[in-house]
T-cell receptor, first 119, second 112 residues
């Protein structure tokens, strides 16, 4: 099946610095990717939809200047947490669907997730 | 399991028994549903999906039931095994949209 790779799997950074997380679709082209955030013992919360070649669509309450999304190619989307603070510590997960070949009513493939800890 | 607040509900079953995990959704415009399994520190794994024009779908050891009248989805796991221990999420997609929204989740613990 299709694979989505996310990197890094974990990162520790100092408060005030920025962190970039990469999400790659390995064997299919993803015009759209999705970024989720998950706090311990809670569900996945959709943060934004990343669109190749255009601006991302952010969910209500998600600061677009805080969480910068770039989807420069059909296989790569990046999420940059800018000026990170301890409250940004969370598990960030990306997903993609092979919309081109399989359409919208198909499973979404998820990356391995990135554990961000801001100290 | 019923969802209560922000904390994951839990379900404990004996190895070999059947498990039933429930999910309520609120969007009547949802036309596609997926069950995912998430192990600690990992991304969700696809288990089974169902479209809104169906009310039942079976996979290997798993069955998903969809009741659109009461907006309820369930996942049945037959002969539950220790490897089934994980958090299970239902996810829904609205007609015409591409993004998935996740339910609260249920933590399944299989007792050997």
């Amino acid at each position: 099946g299709a694979v989505v790779s996310q990197h890094p799997s974990w990162v520790i950074c100092k408060s005030g610095t920025s962190v970039k997380i990469e999400c790659r679709s390995l064997d299919f082209q993803a015009t759209t990717m999705f970024w989720y955030r998950q706090f311990p013992k809670q569900s996945l919360m959709l943060m934004a939809t990343s669109n190749e070649g255009s601006k991302a669509t952010y969910e209500q309450g998600v600061e677009k200047d805080k969480f910068l999304i770039n989807h420069a190619s059909l296989t790569l989307s990046t999420l940059t947490v800018t000026s990170a603070h301890p409250e940004d510590s969370s598990f960030y997960i990306c997903s993609a669907r092979d919309l081109i070949r399989q359409g919208a009513n198909t499973e979404a493939f998820f990356g391995q997730g990135t554990r961000l800890t801001v100290v | 399991g019923e969802s209560v607040g922000l904390h994951l509900p839990t379900l404990s079953v004996q190895e070999g028994d059947n498990s039933i995990i429930n999910c309520a959704y609120s969007n009547s415009a949802s036309d596609y549903f997926i069950w995912y399994k998430q192990e600690s520190g990992k991304g969700p794994q696809f288990i089974i999906d169902i479209r809104s024009n169906m009310d039942k779908r079976q996979g290997q050891r798993v069955t998903v039931l969809l009741n659109k009248t009461v907006k309820h989805l369930s996942l049945q796991i037959a002969a539950t095994q220790p490897g089934d221990s994980a958090v299970y999420f239902c996810a829904e997609k609205e007609t015409g949209a591409n993004n998935l929204f996740f339910g609260t989740g249920t933590r399944l613990t299989v007792i050997p």
